[in-house]
């Protein structure tokens, strides 16, 4: 008679990380997430039906579907912001998780199978990267052609200029480009829920966005967001066609990358950084950094010739002299 089969007992740290495994997917957080997870289209649609009707009744002035904060008589249409904007980010928070969750498994996922991709965990990948992939080319086309729309086109010294009056105002494109990224990268703590992205992935999002808007440094953070938005397209292709079984693609696709890399995160990143360092200095006060003032509220009553337009050579309102530095 033949001995038993002896299974191998698992390691102390094979056992602890199946303990804290299970630990972390039995909490009650754990399991709601799942459920959304499993409903998350569903959800979504009942969410954004729920959202659209409320503002059908309302005569389609809904905080969460139109851009609130409208400067009064300005006759450029420009917006201010508030504590409101946080209803618009919610509505596209919801609108991102249906976007993502229909492209990821009604589109991708059965591709990547009929492609004949077999492996679970590639299937995955796949569809989380291809997303990436398409929300990174709509984000950064999106973002230059606001950009292009904008005085700092092109002209880093208007990151400056008539800072911060002049930046408190913005364009339709410009406050509709902001709070829907912001809608992307607050989205992503659920995704962080149910993913696992590097562990400064959200905050490091966040941190971009949300600091420049409340101190009105939404032009840096525009050039900012496009210069890291260009490079992850093909960081996360790259990864697609490997998932592809395109090796051959990947290898040119990541030379690609290095080449967008080295251009958009090294060379107009440095840019960036030589204008906050060089320029800012030249243009503004050295004591003009005050982001209590500078997330000030507007004086909806000033008049166009004091609204904060930017002028090409750097002068400014005679009323806010404090802000600039006087021409040598």
Excluded at 19 to 28: F, H, I, L, Y
Excluded at 262 to 273: C, Q
Aim: net charge positive; hydrophobic share 40%.
């Amino acid at each position: 008679m033949s001995d038993p089969v002896k299974l191998k007992e698992p390691s102390y740290f094979e056992a602890k990380a199946a303990r804290e495994a299970a630990a972390r997917n039995s909490t009650p957080l754990r399991k709601a997430c799942q459920w959304i997870v499993n409903n998350q289209i569903v959800g979504s649609l009942a969410a954004l039906a729920a959202i659209h009707g409320y503002d059908f009744v309302t005569g389609g002035k809904s905080a969460m579907v139109h851009l609130q904060n409208q400067i009064p008589g300005d006759a450029q249409g420009r917006y201010m912001r508030g504590l409101n904007d946080v209803w618009y980010i919610m509505h596209w928070v919801v609108l991102f998780t249906l976007i993502r969750a229909t492209v990821m498994y009604k589109i991708l996922e059965p591709f990547v199978k009929w492609w004949g991709v077999r492996s679970a965990r590639k299937i995955t990948r796949f569809s989380e990267q291809g997303w990436l992939t398409i929300f990174y080319i709509v984000s950064s086309s999106a973002g230059l052609f606001v950009m292009s729309h904008e005085p700092h086109w092109m002209n880093t010294k208007h990151f400056w200029i008539n800072y911060p009056e002049g930046h408190k105002q913005m364009s339709y494109l410009m406050k509709s480009y902001y709070l829907i990224q912001m809608g992307f990268w607050f989205q992503q703590i659920f995704v962080l829920l149910i993913e696992e992205p590097r562990k400064d992935f959200l905050v490091m999002g966040i941190h971009h966005i949300a600091w420049s808007l409340y101190a009105n440094f939404v032009r840096i953070g525009n050039a900012v967001l496009v210069c890291m938005d260009v490079a992850d397209i093909f960081l996360s292709g790259t990864k697609c066609l490997r998932y592809l079984g395109f090796e051959n693609l990947a290898v040119g696709s990541f030379v690609v990358l290095m080449g967008s890399w080295m251009y958009t995160r090294h060379y107009l990143y440095g840019k960036i950084l030589y204008s906050v360092y060089f320029e800012s200095n030249a243009i503004l006060d050295d004591s003009i950094f005050n982001p209590a003032n500078g997330s000030g509220n507007l004086d909806d009553s000033r008049s166009d010739s004091e609204d904060g337009s930017d002028s090409d050579d750097g002068s400014h309102s005679s009323k806010k002299p404090a802000t600039t530095k006087k021409n040598q």
